[in-house]
């Protein structure tokens, strides 16, 4: 392990004494559901941001992983992990098959209708499953995850406790989706997005990469959405409403849609600013609405390529290969 | 069966205001290539300004409703000009955020001002009438005369006055309506109040029928997008028809199966076309 | 004699009745640069669609190294290594040069997902490679001093330069470009028609070009083919083109008179 990896990882390793430098539950709460939605706001922005598919049914995949790890937790009794991990791979081949039908076919806002149709769908199937899934009352007292030991359990009841969790899924998420965006996965994302034609035309068969695109977003809304459940500990059908549609969407287009750092950035302005300022929750949102509609017209790149922008300013990126070692072959 | 008949009756009421709905997103749609987000908060807001109106000023439903229907129209004009006219040459994906923005702004607005709870909107027309053991009331019958009228006389109006010569010409090459003198953003505005007209229209008479709630706009809106879909997109007699069938096919799944399944046959339909066929069912297929 | 690498036979495409492209044969060889003229909507870009699958053709067949890719997708012939250009959409404009043509290198990617999380060694290698290749192919296009500029912010001649970057780094065996100097003023125009011999010369890649600039075609191709309405109407080197009486009359000819007003 060399230098800069050694930092890298010892910083990785500082956030997690976040957890206990916060003993006030409170803030403790207001973190948990801030990491929770930066990764659900991650997983829209590789489809929006990066593949530029505009889904208006993101809340699919995370209202079907949190109702998938809670009904496997409950009423299976298995463990969160392998609750958490069926969950997942049902949300995968679910977001599969949703792909294979209306990806090739439907592009910009017919997707984006059929998505949402999608959602609703789902939010049907819920209330009326009710012996799996309790019907329009919902599903309460989820338990919390919790590590079997050989001599005790521990679960991740407390604030503190869940916050550890929850900080490990965000560097994971994070670290996962920085690695894939910069591989030649995500330059097919980025290709597809910039102009098909020109995609397929270099050999990206974009029918496949939007489908993988799909699957692995739904993957992270999964996730999100189960550790949502088995934090709040109650779910119900209104998991698949407009609300959940519309938080990750704006989140990640106030932050900066494309660029990982916008979903912190606007997650933090939805999550965390509002505690302070202690707004109605009707004029918390009627401001973001606002802020949705300004950054769309004035700032459609978002806060984080601004602030990209000033970097750029000050420290001048000199391209990626920078020795002249590379010599021509030819 | 006069269940079966009153049901449908009740279908084709819902229908008509879906229909009217539709036929003001599908105007905007064919005219500006936008589906507007914003346009079921603009028939929540008809009706909310309405049971204001009545309710401070002690208006009656009618004036009120009159009132009520320019005062979305002007709405409407200002919306154009902030969020969507700036943004419309960007790309697909912007004026389409930004109606749904606009949306998320009004609803929570006025729920803000009014408060979450149900409110009712009473209108003088409740009174049933019975024709042959159909139970009928004036509103619904208001709803049906109002709809036919106002689609009939949106369509006069595109085929043979001015402003529908504008809106047809804009509708099918903007660079040539504009080197022929036509102001194509005027157009868009006037499209954009045309519709929110209408949307206003529909809330207003559907109000008495049900509850007012600050949430009826997005509830609107996705019915709205069904029947386009259904209808044809940018297609405004495909936005009736489509309504009509819509209305009927939800009453008769509620009857036969139960109310939960009203709305979701609405959402498998729009799923099943756009699948399968995009253009709608009264579409003409492409190439 | 060089080995044959494209063969249209009989390629006819109607739009609605109208023929767009009729009955056109023609055939490739192996290190030719070919060209492709004729008046606005004589059916080039028609023809450019239906060779690399963009479109169907109403009937007839394309032949590309003894293989039958008649309405194959077009991503599948990127990956037999023909490869195309367009006029207008040339470039992904959001990225950089540099990111521009990396992605232009897609298809030699040989790695998986599981090895870009964990960056290993294969990962780290190949794409070592396709960076390398990158900067080969900019410093062959001569923009390697733009590799860290947003394609957007391109002069247009610069951007045409890069839509050939991009589908050079693909490897391709036979390259079909859309019209590469069309708006490019005569220095630009040089240095274009410059890169395209070398790029024969050095890796020997077959090219068929679209375009509208005579002079260009004239001095650039061994072998040129002039469609009209539709219809191939002459075959053959510069010289026979130029003084073929019905090139002269349906190209030159409605040139001529364009000049004159």
Known sequence: MNKTNLIKALSFLSLFSIPLIISNPYYGDVLIIYCIFVIYALSLDLLLGYTGIISFGHASFFGLGAYASAIMTLKLHLSYWLGLLIAVGITAVVAFLIGSLTLRKLKGIYFAIVSFAITQVFRFLVVEWETVTNGAAGIASIPPPEINLIFEKIAFKSEQSYLFIVIAFVILVTLSLYRVVNSGLGRAFLAIREGEDLARSIGIDTCKYKKIALVISAIIAAISGSLYGHYISAIGPRIFSLHYVSLPLIIVIVGGKGTLLGAFIGAALFFVLPEFLGFKPEMKMVIFGLLLLMSIIYMPDGIASKLGQIRDKFFVKNGEIKNGKVTVRN | MDLLLQQLFNGVVLGMTYGLVASGLSLIFGIMGVLNFAHGELYMIGAYITMFLTKAYGLSYVWGGLIAVGLVVIISFVLERVAIGPILNRDYMSPFLSSFALSIILANLIQYVFGANPKRLPSPFEIPIEVKGLILTQQKILIIVCGIAVILALNLVIKSTKIGKILRATSQNVTAASLVGINSSRTYMYAFGIAGGLAALSGILLAPLINLYPTMGSTAIIKGFIVVVLGGLGSISGAVIGGLLLGSAEVITATFFGSGWKDVVGYIILIAILIWKPTGLFGKTSD | ?261
């Open chain 3, 1 to 261: 004699m060089a080995k044959l690498l494209l063969e249209i036979s009989q390629a006819t495409k109607y739009f609605a009745g109208l023929r767009a492209v009729d009955d056109v044969n023609f055939r490739v060889f192996e290190g030719q640069i070919c060209g492709l003229i004729g008046p606005n909507g004589a059916g080039k870009t028609t023809l450019f669609n239906i060779i690399t699958g963009f479109l169907s053709p109403t009937s007839g067949k394309v032949i590309f190294n003894e293989t039958d890719i008649t309405g194959t997708a077009p991503e599948t012939i990127a990956k037999m290594h023909l490869v195309r250009t367009f006029q207008q959409t040339n470039m992904f404009s959001h990225l950089t040069v540099f990111d521009n043509v990396l992605t232009g290198t897609f298809l030699l990617n040989r790695y998986n997902l599981w090895d870009s999380i964990w960056k290993t060694k294969n990962f780290r290698n190949n794409e070592d490679e396709l960076k390398k290749l990158t900067y080969q192919t900019l410093r062959y296009c001569e923009m390697e001093h733009l590799s860290s500029t947003r394609a957007s912010n391109l002069s247009y001649g610069n951007q045409k330069k890069l839509g050939l970057a991009i589908a050079l780094a693909t490897r391709p065996q036979l390259l079909l470009l859309d019209e590469p100097a069309a708006g490019l003023n005569n220095k630009e125009t040089m240095q274009m028609a410059s890169i395209l011999k070398k790029i024969q010369k050095d890796f020997g890649i077959t090219i068929l070009l679209v375009e509208h600039d005579l002079k260009f075609v004239m001095s650039l191709c061994e072998n040129i083919v002039v469609l009209n309405h539709g219809q191939k109407i002459a075959e053959g080197p510069p010289n026979t083109i130029k003084e073929h009486s019905k090139v002269v009359e349906v190209y030159l000819g409605t040139n001529h008179q364009h000049n004159s007003h």
